[in-house]
């Protein structure tokens, strides 16, 4: 393919059809975005990882067309996520740079010493349609990479372990949904106790208890599972041996107290205002 006539070819389809953006990537025909919807071209072929690096050879002003670039791809990759990268590299003096599966420019890379991993916080845009991820060298050179890696970012972190020793960790299955920063709601399956994890800096007002629990037992936490300690030197764990217990409630309580204090303030707010319009009322009559 000559990438050069190719390129050509696909900026005059944007501006013949008016459209905005320009899109390829391996394993998929190009796409141009017009009036804010993006339309696949249908005609034209199925790019390969060499197709791509050598229209981005193109796009970069790169000579060698795809010598410049190598590609990886976030495995199971999500848009909504956040991963941590990590590029270990040969030579510090490589002036390299980071490009999403759009092309898009992430970062420039420029580790101060080989033996230390530069490391970046890609947050994908909405646009991005798949993990690919390049690096790219300003010259001929491929990049001298030692490793590529990336690493799904996930905070807090909620995990059930059901035995630690030196050389073997089990995690036990445990699904969660945050409702707000303060409040999640813990599905776990265990046969065995389990130590459950959470991965914010320690508090003893982070509080788990059972989720269906009668509303008086509720209010006073009756039922909190009370063994609650710290691990790894700051984060929150409790053991929890209740193996006929899969449904949890992970609260920090003093958002408990702000919410019932804002309802005593409502009341005696409103009640306030009631007396004074009595109050008032009783002097004009």
Not at 180 to 193: F, H, I, L
């Amino acid at each position: 393919m000559d990438y050069k006539k190719k390129l050509e070819e696909l900026i005059l389809t944007v501006i013949r059809e008016n459209g905005s953006d320009l899109h390829f990537g391996t394993g998929r025909v190009p796409s141009i975005r017009v009036a804010g919807e993006l339309i696949f071209l249908a005609k034209q072929p199925v790019f390969t990882s060499e197709d791509t690096l050598g229209i981005l050879g193109e796009v970069l002003s790169l000579p060698g067309g795809d010598a410049g670039c190598i590609e990886g791809v976030i495995s199971n990759f999500k848009v909504n996520n956040n991963y941590e990268i990590i590029v270990q590299i040969a030579d510090k003096t490589q002036k390299l740079s980071l490009y999403d599966s759009l092309h898009t420019k992430l970062m420039g890379i420029y580790p101060m010493e080989v033996s230390v991993p530069f490391r970046f916080v890609y947050r994908p845009d909405s646009n991005v349609s798949d993990g690919s991820l390049l690096i790219c060298s300003q010259d001929r050179d491929i990049p001298n990479i030692v490793s590529l890696q990336s690493y799904e970012m996930i905070s807090p972190v909620l995990k059930a372990v059901t035995n630690i020793s030196l050389d073997k960790i089990d995690n036990a299955q445990v699904d969660y949904k945050k409702i707000n920063p303060t409040y999640y709601e813990v599905s776990t399956a265990s046969k065995d106790p389990y130590i459950l994890v959470l991965r914010e800096r320690f508090s003893p007002f982070w509080i788990l208890h059972p989720k269906n629990s009668p509303w008086y037992k509720n209010i006073f936490l009756r039922e909190r599972v009370d063994n609650h300690f710290a691990i790894n030197g700051y984060e929150n764990a409790w053991l929890v041996d209740k193996t006929d217990q899969a449904e949890w409630v992970l609260e920090y309580i003093p958002q408990r107290l702000f919410y019932a204090g804002s309802v005593i303030s409502i009341i005696t707010l409103v009640l306030s205002l009631g007396l004074v319009l009595k109050h008032n009322g009783k002097k004009h009559s």
